[in-house]
């Protein structure tokens, strides 16, 4: 049976297609500012017998693809324990939310974390702030990666921090430097997130901030451990609800 | 509407033109998240009819007992106790502070960060949109928490009938002789305004009326333990919240209706949510009319709430008063000690709150508990997180909920909560 998981997150939407549990087909593309007519264009030639969504779109596909929904808080917590035996916490940096989610042994979610209301400390500040400083987001952390001090960024607001960025490129201070800074930031808030829910077994670091080179070995800096990278880090909700259609039959 | 109703608010000083608005707004909200819900108790359409006319037939008959001679009390507390304000000739109203009003206003007057109640009460008063508070002949303000502490003083500046009651911090002999002069006080300033000597027999007629409306609302939360629930979260909310409106005889028996109704919904299996659905207890603070954003958001999840640990719920209602005295003083005596047990997060320390949680949570046979914080309600969000480590230390699921009367967060809230859920299923 063919099972499928659509993940329609803020800034992306992700569809993964399972067969047997093993992962037979997955897709990305921008959401964009009609997410419907994206998840439709997404999903036209797949062939699947049940799908789930989830992400911040989830509810707006039920009503349009009459589908069952899950938070992305648990389709996170699927598709991880499915890539890693002994996760404990799950941390999730995606466009607008960020997550820290706890596991027991069993896998079940046992306590999590997200921010509030805005997108302080997210992918959107990421991706704001790079452009501010003239790099794409690939660039950014790699970039960031070759600073060499430790430059504080105080604020956490993106519209604040971009004025703080803007004051420090105007004393001339080298923007690597400001973006490992914006980097720090990022990674304070994510753990202290994480410790509020307490950190035990692995960790898995996932959702699209994850492919950031810099971002990951601060936190594991931080941390002082390693820290698991699915290779699809964006895939995991989507994968997630595609082992949930499988399940409930 | 009625052009009587008009010509009412204008002599009461309303703006008519926001509190149009505003009713408007409340209507709405109204139909969208009451008038949504599937399988209600057919008695729940009083309440829909005291809601249809809270601002109209309520203030009318408000109206109606000023000019026959009564007074009219307002507050913002479950501390202000209402049987000396009935004893006295007068009639006790809560305040309008469940909704964001004039804020560009208010903030001239209060600092940004102060929490979204007290903000509401200047919004409703700087608005001109609140009867009640025009209605009132005086209005209670109480040392609660800073913030309220505080405001009362700035308020003092726009009303010009403001009462400042003082409330203990501690569980205390001190403590308790603080809230007893007090109330000795607030007696005296009753009689003062009406008139009207408290004697005996009219305090303990008072106690009888309230005790009534207690016992029958008690009735109504212990119908709640039943799975099939009979009644929704929202439903349940709205009667705590008309409680501190209606006129206490016709609400009392209002409640035993709808509770009989209750009874035989619950004979035949019938529940507002089906048999199994998670149930989730409201902890924190209190749920102020409209403010029915969190309720609404955990029932549209499918689960239901089975009880409100709030002063706008048991903080408020729990405990009758002892009228077995004879004397003034011996009911005034019973007065005091039934108010001095409310668990209100001003008192250090406060375990009596974290024992009533822990207690709720098995009698309603709870799967989870929600905990609502106002945002910048210091006595709460502080007591918040020690009361999630005694919830988890006894591995009851717990989420910590911190919000305020805007609509910006209702889609982060609702995957948490929804999340939250599925951790329950």
Same mark, same amino acid.
């Given at each position: 049976?063919?099972?499928? +998981?659509?993940d329609?997150?803020?800034?992306?939407?992700?569809?993964?297609?399972?067969?047997? $549990?093993?992962?037979?087909?997955?897709?990305?593309?921008?959401?964009?500012?009609?997410?419907?007519?994206r998840?439709?264009?997404?999903?036209?030639?797949?062939?699947?017998?049940?799908i789930?969504?989830?992400?911040?779109? $989830?509810?707006?596909?039920?009503?349009?693809?009459?589908?069952?929904?899950?938070?992305?808080i648990?389709?996170?917590?699927?598709?991880?324990?499915s890539?890693?035996?002994k996760?404990?916490?799950?941390?999730?940096?995606?466009?607008?939310?960020?997550?820290?989610?706890?596991?027991?042994?069993?896998?079940?979610?046992?306590?999590?974390?997200?921010?509030?209301?805005?997108?302080? @400390?997210?992918?959107?500040?990421l991706?704001?702030?790079?452009?501010?400083? +003239?790099?794409?987001?690939?660039?950014?952390?790699?970039?960031?990666?070759?600073?060499?001090?430790?430059?504080?960024?105080?604020?956490?607001?993106?519209?604040?921090?971009?004025?703080?960025?803007?004051?420090?490129?105007?004393k001339?201070?080298?923007?690597?430097?400001?973006?490992l800074?914006?980097?720090?930031?990022?990674?304070?808030?994510?753990? +202290?997130?994480?410790k509020?829910?307490?950190?035990?077994?692995?960790?898995?670091?996932?959702g @699209?901030?994850?492919?950031?080179p810099?971002?990951?070995?601060?936190?594991?800096?931080?941390?002082?451990?390693?820290?698991?990278?699915?290779?699809?880090?964006?895939?995991?909700?989507a994968?997630?609800?595609?082992?949930?259609?499988?399940?409930?039959? | 509407?009625?052009?009587?109703?008009?010509?009412?608010?204008k002599?009461?000083?309303?703006?008519?033109?926001?509190?149009?608005?505003?009713?408007?707004?409340l209507?709405?909200?109204? !139909?969208?998240i009451?008038?949504a819900?599937?399988?209600r108790?057919?008695?729940?359409?009083?309440?829909?009819?005291?809601?249809?006319?809270?601002?109209?037939?309520?203030?009318?008959?408000?109206?109606?007992?000023?000019?026959?001679?009564?007074?009219?009390?307002?507050?913002?507390?479950?501390?202000?106790?209402?049987?000396?304000?009935?004893?006295?000739?007068?009639?006790?109203?809560g305040?309008?502070?469940?909704?964001?009003?004039?804020?560009?206003?208010?903030?001239?007057?209060l #600092?940004?960060?102060?929490?979204?109640?007290?903000?509401?009460?200047?919004?409703?008063? %700087?608005?001109?949109?609140c009867?009640y508070?025009?209605?009132?002949?005086?209005?209670?303000?109480?040392?609660?928490?800073?913030?309220?502490?505080?405001?009362?003083?700035?308020?003092?500046?726009?009303?010009?009938?403001?009462?400042?009651?003082?409330?203990?911090?501690?569980?205390?002999?001190?403590?308790?002789?603080l809230?007893?002069?007090e109330?000795?006080?607030?007696?005296?300033?009753?009689e003062?305004?009406?008139?009207?000597?408290?004697?005996?027999?009219?305090?303990?007629?008072?106690?009888?009326?309230?005790?009534?409306?207690?016992?029958?609302?008690?009735?109504?939360y212990?119908?709640?333990?039943?799975?099939?629930v009979?009644i929704?979260?929202?439903d349940?909310?709205?009667?705590?919240?008309?409680?501190?409106y209606?006129? #206490?005889?016709?609400?009392?028996?209002?409640?035993?209706?709808?509770?009989?109704?209750?009874?035989?919904?619950?004979?035949?299996?019938?529940?507002?949510?089906?048999?199994?659905?998670?149930?989730?207890?409201?902890s924190?603070?209190?749920?102020?009319?409209?403010?029915?954003?969190?309720?609404?958001?955990?029932?549209?999840?499918?689960?239901?709430?089975?009880?409100?640990?709030?002063?706008?719920?048991?903080?408020?209602?729990?405990?009758?008063?002892?009228?077995?005295?004879s004397?003034?003083?011996?009911?005034?005596?019973?007065?005091?000690?039934?108010?001095?047990?409310?668990?209100?997060?001003?008192?250090?320390?406060?375990?009596?709150?974290?024992?009533?949680?822990? !207690?709720?949570?098995?009698?309603?046979?709870?799967?989870?508990?929600i905990?609502f914080?106002?945002?910048?309600?210091? #006595?709460? %969000?502080?007591?918040?997180?020690?009361?999630?480590?005694?919830?988890e230390?006894?591995?009851?699921?717990?989420?910590?909920?911190?919000?305020?009367?805007?609509?910006?967060?209702?889609? !982060?809230?609702?995957?948490?909560?929804?999340a939250?859920?599925?951790?329950?299923?």
């Amino acid at each position: 049976m063919y099972c499928a +998981g659509i993940d329609i997150g803020s800034r992306t939407i992700e569809l993964v297609v399972l067969k047997n $549990r093993e992962i037979v087909e997955k897709r990305q593309v921008d959401t964009g500012f009609d997410p419907m007519t994206r998840a439709r264009e997404l999903l036209d030639g797949v062939e699947y017998e049940r799908i789930f969504a989830t992400g911040y779109g $989830r509810n707006l596909f039920e009503i349009t693809f009459d589908a069952p929904t899950i938070t992305e808080i648990k389709a996170y917590g699927v598709g991880a324990g499915s890539l890693f035996q002994k996760v404990g916490t799950i941390l999730d940096i995606g466009g607008q939310d960020t997550k820290a989610i706890a596991l027991n042994n069993d896998g079940k979610i046992t306590k999590f974390e997200m921010n509030d209301r805005c997108a302080a @400390g997210t992918g959107k500040f990421l991706e704001i702030m790079s452009r501010t400083l +003239g790099y794409t987001i690939d660039q950014f952390g790699a970039e960031a990666l070759k600073a060499t001090k430790n430059l504080q960024i105080n604020s956490m607001c993106t519209v604040f921090a971009e004025s703080e960025v803007t004051s420090l490129v105007a004393k001339g201070e080298d923007p690597k430097e400001i973006a490992l800074g914006l980097h720090r930031s990022v990674v304070r808030r994510a753990v +202290g997130m994480l410790k509020r829910v307490s950190v035990g077994n692995d960790i898995v670091f996932a959702g @699209g901030v994850a492919k950031n080179p810099c971002i990951r070995r601060l936190l594991e800096e931080t941390l002082k451990r390693q820290v698991l990278v699915p290779e699809d880090p964006q895939m995991i909700g989507a994968l997630g609800a595609a082992l949930l259609a499988g399940e409930n039959k | 509407m009625s052009d009587d109703y008009r010509n009412m608010w204008k002599d009461l000083g309303l703006d008519l033109k926001s509190h149009d608005m505003l009713l408007e707004i409340l209507g709405k909200a109204y !139909q969208d998240i009451y008038m949504a819900q599937k399988d209600r108790p057919e008695q729940m359409s009083y309440f829909d009819f005291v809601m249809s006319e809270v601002h109209g037939l309520r203030i009318k008959e408000l109206m109606d007992e000023k000019a026959a001679g009564r007074k009219i009390i307002g507050s913002y507390c479950v501390f202000v106790p209402e049987e000396i304000a009935l004893a006295g000739n007068a009639t006790l109203v809560g305040l309008c502070s469940g909704a964001d009003f004039a804020m560009e206003e208010v903030e001239r007057l209060l #600092p940004r960060n102060t929490c979204a109640l007290i903000k509401s009460t200047f919004g409703f008063k %700087l608005g001109k949109v609140c009867p009640y508070l025009e209605a009132s002949d005086m209005i209670v303000g109480e040392n609660t928490c800073d913030g309220k502490k505080k405001a009362y003083e700035s308020l003092n500046d726009i009303v010009s009938n403001l009462y400042v009651m003082d409330i203990p911090q501690m569980k205390t002999d001190p403590g308790r002789s603080l809230l007893k002069a007090e109330y000795y006080r607030f007696k005296e300033a009753v009689e003062n305004l009406s008139g009207v000597k408290i004697d005996a027999a009219g305090l303990k007629k008072s106690i009888e009326i309230v005790n009534n409306k207690r016992k029958a609302i008690h009735r109504l939360y212990s119908l709640r333990k039943a799975d099939p629930v009979p009644i929704s979260g929202l439903d349940a909310l709205l009667v705590n919240q008309v409680f501190f409106y209606d006129n #206490p005889v016709r609400f009392t028996e209002s409640v035993n209706k709808i509770c009989d109704e209750l009874e035989s919904r619950i004979e035949k299996r019938t529940g507002a949510f089906p048999e199994g659905a998670p149930r989730i207890l409201m902890s924190g603070c209190p749920m102020a009319v409209p403010n029915w954003k969190l309720p609404w958001i955990i029932e549209t999840t499918g689960a239901v709430i089975v009880g409100e640990e709030s002063c706008v719920g048991e903080r408020g209602a729990r405990n009758l008063t002892d009228d077995s005295g004879s004397t003034v003083e011996e009911l005034m005596e019973a007065v005091v000690d039934r108010y001095f047990n409310i668990d209100c997060a001003i008192f250090t320390p406060n375990p009596d709150r974290f024992n009533h949680i822990i !207690q709720m949570y098995k009698e309603y046979r709870v799967d989870g508990v929600i905990h609502f914080g106002l945002q910048f309600c210091q #006595p709460y %969000l502080m007591e918040a997180i020690p009361v999630e480590k005694a919830l988890e230390s006894k591995n009851i699921p717990v989420l910590r909920i911190e919000t305020d009367y805007s609509m910006e967060d209702v889609g !982060q809230l609702k995957t948490r909560v929804e999340a939250f859920v599925e951790i329950l299923k």
